[in-house]
């Protein structure tokens, strides 16, 4: 059995599925299964891709689809590092509510959307916050899970869920402003 | 008039869920004078937008292929992102 040039391009899609997956699937090997899955789907369903939706969209469509079955089963069991994060963003402010450090400009959104590398950097960026955190964001953001499903698998209350939520926001900022716009700026003190 | 700090809670809210008019209006009229609040909303947009392009750009196919192609005789070992 030679491999088809569809199942090469798959195979280039992997790494790409597997950081998608590892947001979520913190197991090694369960994002690698996730993948395995969705690999073997589009190879098995490529009558229903079209060739005019773009390769990787379709492929991450799928994965998307296999790691929400995968959450809707198993979420509940899922290990959750259940570290608390205490941290508070109050100290961004002074006692009149005020900025002590206002935020800077980051410069102009679409050039930095369009870079590779910072998609790079968000990844390290959400894989460095607290793993609950993480789920919750991703789970709201990536998946598109609604509230209470979320607060259903991961176990939260309603309040406890905006909470993290507004955490994982204010440190994914910190988190790129000192990882990708400090040093986008460092260069163009005089701009 | 809210202040930043409060501002700023309203703006991260209003990324996961609708805001009440009231809460609109009071973000819009303190955006209107306050230019670090102005810059704080730009960074959450980017932020959201950039969660609905992840993984990335076109381009990154290539890059994933090249990784790919490097990374097929040892395929076990992670291109990214920290391992446990």
Redo the contacts between chains.
């Keep these: 059995m030679s491999a088809s040039p569809l199942a090469e391009q798959l195979?280039?899609?992997?790494?790409?599925l597997?950081?998608?997956a590892?947001l979520q699937l913190?197991?090694?090997q369960d994002a690698e299964d996730a993948v395995q899955d969705t690999l073997l789907a589009a190879l098995e369903g490529q009558a229903g891709f079209s060739g005019k939706a773009?390769?990787?969209t379709w492929v991450?469509a799928i994965l998307r689809n296999k790691l929400i079955d995968r959450i809707r089963k198993y979420g509940r069991e899922m290990p959750l590092d259940d570290a608390d994060d205490a941290e508070s963003f109050?100290v961004?402010?002074d006692a009149?509510?005020?900025?002590i450090d206002?935020?800077?400009?980051?410069g102009n959104?679409e050039a930095?959307?369009?870079?590779?590398q910072?998609?790079?950097v968000?990844?390290?960026c959400v894989?460095a916050l607290p793993e609950k955190q993480a789920r919750a964001f991703t789970m709201?953001?990536?998946l598109g899970f609604e509230?209470d499903e979320i607060c259903k698998v991961l176990g939260l209350s309603a309040s406890n869920y905006?909470v993290l939520?507004?955490r994982a926001?204010?440190r994914?900022?910190e988190c790129?402003?000192l990882k990708w716009f400090g040093q986008q700026t460092k260069g163009r003190v005089c701009a | 008039m809210k202040?930043?700090?409060?501002i700023?809670?309203l703006v991260?809210?209003g990324?996961?869920?609708e805001l009440a008019w009231r809460e609109r209006l009071a973000i819009r009229l303190h955006l209107l004078v306050c230019?670090?609040?102005r810059?704080?909303e730009?960074?959450?947009?980017?932020?959201?937008?950039?969660?609905k392009?992840?993984?990335?750009?076109?381009?990154?196919?290539q890059?994933?292929?090249q990784?790919?192609?490097s990374?097929a005789t040892a395929n076990s070992s992670?291109?990214?992102?920290?391992?446990?």
């Design positions: 195979e280039a899609l992997r790494p790409t597997l950081r998608f590892r913190r197991q090694a773009q390769l990787k991450i109050d961004l402010f009149s509510g005020h900025w206002p935020p800077r400009a980051w959104p930095t959307l369009s870079q590779a910072f998609y790079d968000l990844e390290v894989t709201h953001t990536v509230a905006w939520l507004y926001r204010m994914l900022r790129l402003e | 202040t930043c700090r409060e700023h809670q991260v809210l990324a996961d869920r230019a670090a609040c810059r704080f730009a960074q959450m947009h980017l932020i959201e937008m950039a969660w392009q992840f993984p990335g750009p076109q381009g990154q196919e890059r994933a292929g990784a790919a192609q990374a992670a291109p990214h992102g920290p391992q446990p």
